[in-house]
């Protein structure tokens, strides 16, 4: 297979799709619509994993793991969420195979072992824990109850893509639970803010923080705050959302609490998840056409080494002098990697990790033997510099910074050059079609306008923004009074 | 619900299950044979996760992640381990539900949303994964392949108990590829090394290694290599397993390389696999009539202080005392949990610790505010001292290692004493039915006579353990000629 990628102005989608693959993050697997996550991918997932996991920590919240079957009498019972989840959900309803009699060597249902109510495969936990929480909260002494769990979930999607959008996929899903409403949408605010500092301080991937319109939110949400990135193609990515579901769960499955004043009230809900989509947002953020651009934060790898040799001894003569600074790297907590594979010429190896997107590479040679020097070379600008042995430690320690700095600030500036504030539909349709990214416009509230909008330019309102400047004005589709701009884009 | 244990005298496997919802480690949930591992059930799990991930990791192998579902024509491909599942999986049909005709408000089954194939939920990953392998490995520097799964697997069983035997429940699972027989059984026994260690050396859970007899062999496995713990009531558990495949699912699967020598091979497997039956295990190893006892290397809380105080003034003159050792003791990696909640007594959270197996308690009153002590309480011993507080960070560093050790030490003189070594078939019973635990004994090396022994006495053949001599005897139930003995034990 050609290590060479589609270029992205031929075809991002092309581009995409073969740069999971190449760059061995993940493939799809035998299972229509699920994915293999490959190791290289999950060292990314797990990176991700520990920093949020220590987010959620930090504030308040403790893991723990609940069923992955819903019966089906759990499931219908919140109904807009049942309705938002049941056309696309995978139905256990036997317990056992047996030989097939008609076909030797091959298996099939067994058809005595039904099982009396259906299992569905959890596409998301609230009717399971909803259910779970009823036995746990008695007083408003057991509140807040603030709950994080690691999972996978299926929902049986038709159109999939590697890591957007998959049948199977893993997440965190916060489940809390509280005494008041205020408190409830100050958690489900505050994991948006979570969310948020880890885009932007982690994947370097900036976002902005909104409220959806009625139509987008969850199945089952009284309201619900998103993060939205950019990618480089103009299509904006849902990249986390955190959900303040009302009383709608605790009135499905009665879970009450017994008030300070004695009284018996409804639990207040939040729901919050990010998932393996984030892979594909920081993917589709950073990397260009030689392969995936990792930021330091996140990339498995941040330092690759690559010795340029000839015959054993030079070999050990540059690993002599590549051990001392290899050392102090690692005291440092970068994770760094000698290849010093004879099985592939540097060349190759420099391709390779680019294609990774490992952000600094030290190539070292004969030549730098006798200089005591080594070249360094950063992933984002493919820019090189020749440093001096004793000064590896310090250029590699700034340059991680000075890296994922730079690969925030490019994005941001990314998205400001691709946000069109517009006033007329005709400034909308040529700002979508011709600029692409987010357009801010008046619209008028309704979910008519919105449809109608989407079916005219396959727009959708991506967010309200959170701390939006009300102003006067009119909506770019029907002229009908507004008193807020909303952020429009096509997405993903 | 009363705090008080069943005595394990009384009825131990009634102690087990109340000591589990008690200590809220986990509770049966509204799907049949599934738990709901609960916070600090959890917080164990992740504590033995992180142990063991580091373990794999030093071994070279890297995390991945496989689809949940396995398609029938792949489960099926394997024979043997196809008929080991079979009987006890859980089937997908359908991925829709629809609104139900005849019953407003409830769902059911979409007839027309059947699957062409059904998907079975895993059980295990080895048809999936080896399914994948034959697209990963064509030469022999593809090999070794060393991969590990976190995950969640479900079988159908018909008797579950919490953490023991659940119908879903979490594990890792490595699957390795390799070039040699040799090498993938190194591998195999390496892995079951690394188990043995972790459960002696964190768990404080004495095993024993060993292989298994035929009959009790991982469906599809030519060997399985296993670690064998001693629970209190003399019933085996086995704690974790490592199998050498051979080449059956190379074959089944059609995965070869090229070798060096440019010849075609099938390749060579193992698998190996820990579970929250871990925590089972744990529990059933150390803890007492009061409650759990946990070894402070897996520990959520290792040190808990209860001020003993009556107003605020009290109480601030303590939590100031007390932040100098805590900030001294977090400093050294120690956990520890300041409890100075005024809705329960001190009386109160003595117990609730207790139950909860926290290793050390610190209690600190008016008495020792004026003489600058503590009082330190160990849960494994209950012995208490008058520590001043000068001490108390070496005090309990030590005592943190000493609890791990008397732990480990306990539960060893506890296997030695129910280890015994018999002759005849009648030394055979009367070791099982009086004196519980493991029975060393001849055996012919049948399966028939296996079979018959389990039938008179409920014992199963544990191990043959590694390492073991070999001596001239005669088997207790046929008389036959065998040439080394086995172990034997009742087993969960």
Chains 1, 2 share one sequence.
């Not at 991002?12 to 999971?20: A, F, G, I, P, R």
Request: hydrophobic share 40%; glycine share 6%.
């Amino acid at each position: 297979m050609s290590k060479n990628l589609t270029k992205r102005e031929v075809d991002y989608s092309k581009w995409y799709n073969e740069l999971v693959v190449k760059a061995d993050l993940a493939e799809n697997s035998a299972v229509r619509g699920c994915m293999v996550i490959k190791p290289y991918g999950y060292a990314i997932w797990e990176k991700m994993q520990a920093e949020l996991d220590r987010m959620f920590k930090e504030t308040g919240h403790e893991n723990a793991y609940f069923p992955l079957f819903v019966p089906k009498s759990l499931f219908e019972a919140e109904e807009k969420n049942a309705e938002g989840f049941a056309k696309e959900c995978a139905v256990v309803t036997h317990y056992r195979l047996q030989n097939d009699p008609d076909k030797p060597g091959k298996l099939r249902v067994d058809p005595t072992a039904k099982l009396e109510e259906e299992l569905v495969v959890r596409p998301t936990s609230e009717a399971i824990i909803w259910n779970t929480y009823k036995g746990w909260i008695q007083s408003y002494r057991d509140l807040p109850l603030l709950i994080n769990q690691w999972a996978n979930v299926v929902r049986w999607e038709m159109r999939t893509r590697l890591f957007l959008r998959t049948a199977e996929f893993l997440w965190q899903e916060g489940h809390t639970a509280h005494a008041t409403k205020k408190e409830a949408i100050s958690e489900a605010m505050l994991m948006q803010k979570v969310y948020a500092e880890f885009a932007e301080n982690f994947m370097a991937m900036p976002v902005i923080k909104g409220s959806k319109s009625e139509s987008e939110r969850f199945a089952g949400a009284d309201e619900t705050y998103t993060i939205e990135a950019l990618m480089q193609d103009g299509k904006a990515l849902q990249a986390g959302t955190s959900h303040f579901l009302g009383q709608n769960f605790a009135k499905a499955f009665d879970v009450k609490y017994t008030s300070k004043e004695g009284k018996q009230e409804y639990v207040w809900a939040t729901s919050w998840g990010v998932s393996t989509r984030l892979i594909g947002g920081l993917i589709m953020t950073h990397s260009d056409d030689l392969g995936l651009v990792l930021p330091p934060k996140l990339a498995p790898i941040q330092v690759v080494i690559v010795p340029i040799y000839k015959g054993e001894e030079q070999l050990e003569a540059i690993s002599e002098k590549v051990d001392v600074f290899v050392k102090e790297l690692r005291k440092r907590g970068v994770s760094v990697k000698f290849d010093a594979r004879d099985t592939f010429r540097p060349g190759a190896k420099f391709a390779e990790y680019e294609l990774k997107g490992v952000p600094i590479r030290i190539a070292i040679g004969k030549r730098d033997l006798e200089n005591n020097t080594v070249e360094v070379a950063r992933r984002d600008t493919l820019e090189k510099q020749i440093v001096s042995q004793g000064n590896v430690v310090d250029v590699v320690s700034n340059l991680l910074d000075e890296i994922q700095e730079n690969l925030f600030s490019k994005a941001k500036k990314y998205r400001e050059e691709h946000t069109t504030v517009v006033n007329t539909f005709e400034e909308f349709k040529n700002a979508i079609d011709n600029v692409g990214g987010f357009v801010s416009a008046h619209w008028d509230g309704t979910t008519e306008t919105e449809d109608k909008i989407k079916e005219l330019t396959k727009a959708t309102i991506r967010c309200i923004p959170l701390n939006n400047k009300f102003e006067e004005g009119t909506c770019v589709l029907t002229g009908e009074k507004s008193s807020q701009r909303v952020l429009f884009a096509k997405a993903y």
